[in-house]
């Protein structure tokens, strides 16, 4: 039976990982998401888990203890932001590329410079190529609901690949709003009990770990861990099915918000998708055909879905919390426009940066992007394709 209860986002990621009750959890602190393993220290401290709580002096040091606890068959998890992520670079892609199935609890935020503590996502889209699976959260009910869901996805033996649950920010990560939290129970049986059959540092089949890949090997292994990655986005719709089974909460790929006939779409990722839901509500009171599409899983990128969600509209527009510096976009919009390319999509598209370094998103301002949207309509081109929104030129 649901609990309700009124938690940040960082809280109720803590709550999530008491639930899941993991082997191993290496931590090392760093604004905004210090509070998820403050909180489980507690837990620890408490004797509410089993987990082995292990302070570092480091994030390469949290992502490397991860790595050799995951490659030892134990269920290992940590959390950061920013640059803690950046200073984890080289572990990410051992992670993935040893196709091992941990999580990291990213809390996103701007990385440096100038020094900046709050949200945007150029630290998760900077490591978006790493070969880790990345989830999306636009509140503290999906960052709980995304984070129990988080090792049936990683552990299913199709995948094995490491997972990245994101958050924004302050924004939901120190947020409070109401949420229903499972029973202990209920998630510790959805997730269930990790016991590998075949790990790294399995003592009963020794095996050298990490050796160097002459050219005769390395592609082969690179064409097997993107076969898990193919293999991920069917298994995030199994495990949404049986979570939407026990919690009653319905996820996908992604979120198609009043796209039944819109003929006007915004593409975004994370908490602003909550602002422009009631841009999109106050245009539809005026009779006008406004959509949202949120992404949720960005990595595999669900591009053939993505195209068909935005088959039937004029105008799109793609916005970026993170600049690409390809003088023509972000990420998203990299992707998305790729997607509708590939489709043959007649839809006029534009990609939009926004929200850096925590700027603020408003309802005007989502209403103002579907207002040039129609102008674009009108005059039958997009114009500018790569714009900034908000921005002091």
Known sequence: MAKRDRLSGNEAVAIALRQINPDVFPAFPITPSTEIPQYFASFAANGEVDTEFIPVESEHSSMSAAIGASAAGARALTVTSSCGLAYMWEELYIAASNRLPLALALVNRALSGPININCDHSDSMGARDSGWIQMYAENNQEAYDNMVQAFRISEHKDVRLPIMICQDGFITSHAVENIELLEDEEVKGFVGEYEPENYLLNPECPMAVGPYSVTDYYMEAKRNQAEGMRNAERVVLETAEEF?????RKYGLFEAYRMEDADRAVVMIG???GTTKDAVDKLREKGEKAGLLKIRLFRPFPADAIADALKNVKAVA?????EGYTNHGGPLGADVMSAL???RSKALAVNMIYGLGGRDVRVEDMEQVFVDLQAMIDAGDAGETYRY???RE
Request: net charge positive.
């Open 271 to 273: 908490s602003a998708a």
């Open 318 to 322: 793609i916005m970026d919390r993170a």
């Open 341 to 343: 390319f590939r489709a």
């Open 244 to 248: 939407a089974k026990l919690s009653g």
């Open 389 to 391: 929104m908000g921005i």
